[in-house]
Nanobody, 113 residues
Framework: QVQLVESGGGLVQPGGSLRLSCAASGSIFSIAAMGWYRQVPGKSRELVASIRAVDGYTTYAASVKGRFAISSAVNTVYLQMNSLRPEDTAVYYC????????WGQGTQVTVSS
């Protein structure tokens, strides 16, 4: 099994920054990709950013491009979030893709003055 532990969420004012971290442990053999989704009540989960393990190729949602940056180290994925807006408020979930997709428990990000 694979376990993912997220950290770094919280309350921040508009224009502020947060950095999310997600550490994977357990039966990790060959990670294909890691990334982040987010979800607000009443809406489906949406992809925020992803990073491919083999070459570091990244993808971003249009709404966060230029403000968020995804990166990874050994079995850990990060999401640097800058210029945060109220509409970024959501629960953020990390995932790791090995032979299937594993999910973190979610961390709340609230952008409000």
């Amino acid at each position: 099994q694979v376990q993912l532990v997220e950290s770094g969420g919280g309350l921040v004012q508009p224009g502020g920054s947060l950095r999310l971290s997600c550490a994977a442990s357990g039966s990790i053999f060959s990670i294909a990709a890691m990334g982040w989704y987010r979800q607000v009540p009443g809406k489906s989960r949406e992809l925020v950013a992803s990073i491919r393990a083999v070459d570091g190729y990244t993808t971003y949602a249009a709404s966060v491009k230029g403000r968020f940056a995804i990166s990874s180290a050994v079995n850990t994925v990060y999401l640097q979030m800058n210029s945060l807006r109220p509409e970024d408020t959501a629960v953020y979930y990390c995932y790791v893709e090995i032979y299937t997709r594993y999910w973190g428990q979610g961390t709340q990000v609230t952008v409000s003055s």
